[in-house]
């Protein structure tokens, strides 16, 4: 069956968790935060305040990657500190609706941009053809798969501060493209919205296997994460507000584009489209690298089929990898960007919510290795964010609320049952 391998140091890491997160996010949700806050000052504050959540959860998960340090990442987390019941709800919950749902909705956003760019009114299908050919790259090995990370991540950092500075140049155009305002801007979408942009800083975790020095690296790399991907995304926000002001292009589904139009006319539009497209590809390959190893760590714990455990000579987990892109493919065909935000907001929060409440559990279990700064308050405080946010999102959205709780409650049945076959054996 083989194992991963440890091939992977700090600087491939860091520059997985960077490319993974600064996706698609950044350019789909800037104009849904502008439209729910009411300009830069609003908007700005809502992307603080999500890089201080997110650094919450890089400084627990950081002290729990050292304690906890296996492939599964967060799920084993769950699993240590609850049992096989709980890591069986808390790793299908990712591997099976939050993490796919989260893939697809990059993949949306993917083909709309590219759709734009080429003219092809069939968004879903250009997406899905950039999945297969990522998948092709990914496939040839953790080490190609990391290889390709370092190259998007460098280009995107430089394409982003690119654009940044267009913001400085004067305006000499009226935007070309779509000014209307985002679709369901509302405060809530917004917060989805941009957990949805900082989503992924955690799956360097995902990576314990594949590092030389994972107790060293984890804590150190999933804190830089955050802090570069904050400053860039405010940075991002305010070079978008400062370009467009109060017009209804800055609240718009792709307010860069729009910023680059009304700076460079029809050949900045293409210009930026293509820094999206860079942007975005390095997101997603992240996912189709990194992600499958949840399922994955599954099968090797038995808690799903065995196949899923494969890994070739070249350290690759094939035959999750293959099964993770068919489940993104899927939601990809059925679903918009817009109609799964909330869906994967919601599971990934509630997954959030039980890895975050397993340091309390871990903590007293397992020797400290590198202790969360601040703690017990700080695991609490982000404890408490992951449970603000699952309310907030399944009142604004009860359609959300019954497919998670659904998928909960079979996977919290298929649990119990799988684990006192186990037993019974």
């Known amino acids: 069956?083989?194992?991963?391998?440890?091939?992977?140091?700090?600087?491939?890491?860091?520059?997985?968790?960077?490319?993974?997160?600064?996706?698609?996010?950044i350019f789909r949700t800037t104009g849904l935060v502008v439209a729910s806050s009411g300009g830069l000052a609003g908007a700005t504050a809502l992307w603080v305040l999500g890089g201080l959540v997110s650094m919450l959860g890089a400084l627990v998960y950081g002290d729990l990657a050292t304690r906890v340090p296996e492939a599964g990442g967060p799920y084993a987390y769950v699993r240590e500190a609850f049992g096989r019941a709980a890591g069986f709800v808390d790793g299908w919950l990712q591997a099976g609706v939050s993490v796919p749902a989260r893939q697809a909705a990059s993949f949306a956003a993917l083909g709309e941009?590219?759709?734009?760019?080429?003219?092809?009114?069939?968004?879903?299908?250009?997406?899905?053809?950039?999945?297969?050919?990522?998948?092709?790259?990914?496939?040839?090995?953790?080490?190609?798969?990391?290889?390709?990370?370092?190259a998007l991540t460098a280009a995107k950092l430089v394409a982003l501060g690119a654009v940044i500075g267009l913001a400085f140049l004067p305006v000499r155009h009226a935007p070309l493209g779509d000014t209307t305002a985002a679709a369901s801007a509302t405060f809530v979408t917004a917060l989805a919205g941009i957990w949805f942009a900082f989503l992924g800083w955690s799956d360097v975790a995902l990576l314990a296997e594949d590092l030389r020095a994972p107790r060293r690296d984890l804590p150190f790399v999933l804190i830089a994460t955050v802090l570069a991907v904050t400053v860039v995304y405010v940075a991002f926000q305010a070079a978008v507000a400062l370009a467009l002001g109060q017009s209804a292009a800055a609240a718009s589904s792709f307010p860069a584009l729009r910023m680059a139009e009304t700076r460079l006319g029809a050949a900045g539009e293409r210009f930026l489209a293509?820094?999206?497209?860079?942007?975005?590809?390095?997101?997603?390959?992240?996912?189709?690298?990194?992600?499958?190893?949840?399922?994955?760590?599954l099968a090797r714990?038995?808690?799903?089929?065995?196949?899923?455990a494969r890994v070739d000579a070249r350290g690759t987990p094939f035959t999750a990898m293959m099964a993770h892109a068919a489940a993104v493919l899927g939601l990809l065909a059925?679903?918009?960007?817009?109609?799964?935000?909330?869906?994967?907001?919601?599971?990934?929060?509630?997954?959030?919510?039980?890895?975050?409440?397993?340091?309390?559990?871990?903590?007293r279990l397992r020797e400290v290795v590198v202790r969360c700064p601040g703690a017990p308050w700080v695991p609490a405080a982000f404890t408490a964010a992951n449970a603000a946010l699952c309310v907030a999102v399944a009142v604004a959205s009860p359609a959300s609320l019954l497919v998670t709780s659904l998928a909960m409650a079979g996977l919290a049945l298929a649990g119990v049952v799988l684990t006192r076959r186990a037993r019974a054996h």
């Open 274 to 297: 293509v820094v999206a497209l860079v942007s975005m590809v390095g997101g997603v390959s992240e996912g189709l690298l990194v992600r499958p190893r949840i399922a994955f760590a």
């Open 113 to 150: 941009v590219l759709g734009e760019l080429t003219g092809v009114p069939r968004p879903r299908a250009l997406g899905a053809a950039v999945l297969v050919a990522l998948l092709a790259v990914n496939l040839a090995g953790v080490r190609a798969g990391a290889n390709l990370q370092r």
């Open 334 to 363: 059925t679903g918009t960007f817009a109609s799964l935000l909330l869906l994967l907001t919601l599971a990934q929060a509630l997954a959030g919510l039980l890895e975050a409440a397993s340091w309390f559990r871990i903590a």
């Open 301 to 308: 714990d038995g808690l799903a089929p065995k196949g899923l």
């Open 1 to 25: 069956m083989g194992g991963l391998l440890r091939s992977l140091g700090r600087v491939d890491a860091l520059a997985i968790g960077v490319g993974g997160v600064i996706g698609a996010g």
